[in-house]
């Protein structure tokens, strides 16, 4: 009698077939965001009486957001860096829908960049919810979908082996690919949770 170990390797990982799907549509969502912003703010440089499409009530008021200076961090418009960021990475993404092969190098510095975008946002959630009190629904759709690019291009890596895992650290690493979708949603649900606490004394005035 003999048995066969069926066993997925990267190619046949679930993640390895999602990454073009998740690249160019989290893309082509952060990017029509970030065009939407650009043109609230040019509107806004024109006309400082202009009031965005996302201005809807004192919590979601995108006006409050874009004239921050956190707004412009680099000295310009923070949706310039969406432009071109989520441009990238929709082209990686058409990439591997054509089946184009990237070098490790290569996937690393998808790793890296995103890393950087998702301490960006993370920065930029702070700052919404304890500094400027308020929310910008475009800027929310740009922290939803940077949250999964990052995600999943480090797990990707991971089982890919451009990202080498220490011995100690295996047992991690196996239950986070093992439970990627559980790990996200719940990042998800505490982002939730902090909007929720931070602005109750709004909500409850509505429920």
Request: proline residues 4%; glycine residues 4%; hydrophobic residues 50%.
């Amino acid at each position: 009698m003999s048995y066969t170990i069926c066993m997925k390797t990267p190619q046949t990982s679930p993640v390895n077939k999602w990454m073009p799907w998740i690249l160019t549509i989290c893309g082509s969502i952060g990017l029509i965001s970030a065009f939407t912003l650009t043109l609230e703010k040019i509107s806004l440089l024109q006309n400082a009486s202009f009031k965005p499409i996302c201005n809807l009530n004192p919590v979601f008021s995108c006006t409050s957001i874009i004239k921050t200076e956190q707004a412009s961090a680099f000295g310009f418009p923070n949706p310039l860096i969406g432009l071109i960021g989520f441009s990238v990475v929709i082209t990686i993404g058409m990439g591997l829908f054509a089946r184009s092969k990237f070098a490790r190098w290569f996937w690393l510095g998808l790793n890296l960049v995103s890393s950087l975008a998702v301490l960006f946002v993370h920065w930029l959630i702070y700052v919404s919810l304890y500094q400027v009190n308020a929310l910008c629904m475009f800027c929310m759709v740009v922290w939803s979908i940077t949250m999964p690019i990052w995600w999943y291009t480090t797990i990707f890596n991971i089982q890919n082996k451009n990202i080498v895992v220490p011995k100690k650290l295996q047992n991690i690493s196996a239950f986070i690919q093992k439970h990627h979708l559980d790990i996200l949603i719940t990042w998800y649900v505490l982002l939730i949770a902090l909007i929720l606490q931070n602005f109750w004394y709004y909500w409850k005035t509505i429920f």
